[in-house]
C-alpha cells in the first residue's frame, strides 16, 4: 500500500529528528537516517556509500523499536522500544562502536537495507 503525501512527509519528519538527536550524541556527522516504509534506517555514509547499520520501526502514535543489522545481513531485534528520543539514544548507547566513522566498515554492517 502506497503512503499518502502527508504520511510520507511524517515518516521524513521523524527521519530527519532522528538523525538530529543521533548526530546529537557524538561525533557521528557521517551517520544518516532515512524514512523506508515503516522504517527509519540509519546508515553510514562514507566514500563508498551508505551502509545500513540499524532500523527504527514506528510500531504505532510515536513509539519506535530497534533492530540491529548483523553482519550476515539479517536485522536482528534489539530490547527496546518507546518514543523516538529514547530509542535514537539507547541506539546510540548500545551500539556507538559501529556508529564510530573510525570502526566502520563494510564487514560490521553488511549492506542493503
Known sequence: MKKT????GVAHAYAARAQQLIRARGHY???SVRAYGAHL???????TGS?????????RAVEFALTFRASNGRWEPMPFA???E?????LV???APYLDR?????????TDH
Open 82 to 84: 518507546g518514543p523516538l
Open 51 to 59: 551502509q545500513p547499520l540499524a532500523r527504527l520501526t514506528h510500531l
Open 102 to 110: 573510525r570502526n566502520f566498515s563494510v564487514e560490521i554492517s553488511g
Open 29 to 31: 556527522s557521517h551517520i
Open 5 to 8: 503525501a502527508s504520511e510520507a
Open 86 to 90: 529514547q530509542v535514537t539514544a539507547d
Open 93 to 95: 548507547d548500545t551500539l
Open 41 to 47: 534506517v540509519v546508515e553510514a555514509i562514507d566514500t
